[in-house]
């Protein structure tokens, strides 16, 4: 079955769009706590990325890595979600999406280490 709402188009489609994302937002701070510690990490470190004395491509990769972090998390809280959806028993094929989500979120966790090191001393 195909969603209603795909058929709308111009302002009444972006409109929806921007809803929906709050409503996701709002769905990973209040059911994932790895998200809201995600989130206070980029509070601290966006800010610190600005004030940094680099330029403003160093400053904006920085932060890229940091959303880099908030976006893999969400779409690995998706993916456990629609898996936890389909079944919670057990099942090898439910454990590798939601491991295979899980190390990418640890592999953008990884990133911006990376990233900060080779910006500020690279």
């Known amino acids: 079955m195909e969603s209603p709402y795909k058929g709308k188009t111009g ?3 972006i409109w929806n ?3 929906y994302s709050f409503d996701g937002f709002a769905a990973a701070l209040r059911h994932e706590g790895a998200f809201r510690q995600e989130v206070v990490l980029a509070l601290i470190l966006i800010p610190l990325a600005l ?3 680099v330029g403003g491509d160093a400053k904006s990769v920085m932060i890229a890595s ?3 972090v908030l976006i893999v998390e969400l779409l690995n809280s998706g993916i456990e979600a ?3 959806r ?3 028993e057990d099942h090898a094929l439910a454990k590798r ?3 295979l989500g899980s190390a990418a979120v640890m592999l953008s966790l990884i ?4 990233v900060w090191l080779l910006v500020m001393f690279g």
């Open 51 to 53: 004030q940094l004395p």
């Open 82 to 84: 629609v898996t936890d």
């Open 86 to 88: 389909v079944s919670l």
């Open 111 to 114: 990133n911006v280490p990376i």
């Open 66 to 68: 940091v959303l880099l």
């Open 97 to 99: 999406a939601k491991d």
């Open 11 to 13: 302002f009444r489609r």
């Open 17 to 19: 769009a921007l809803l």
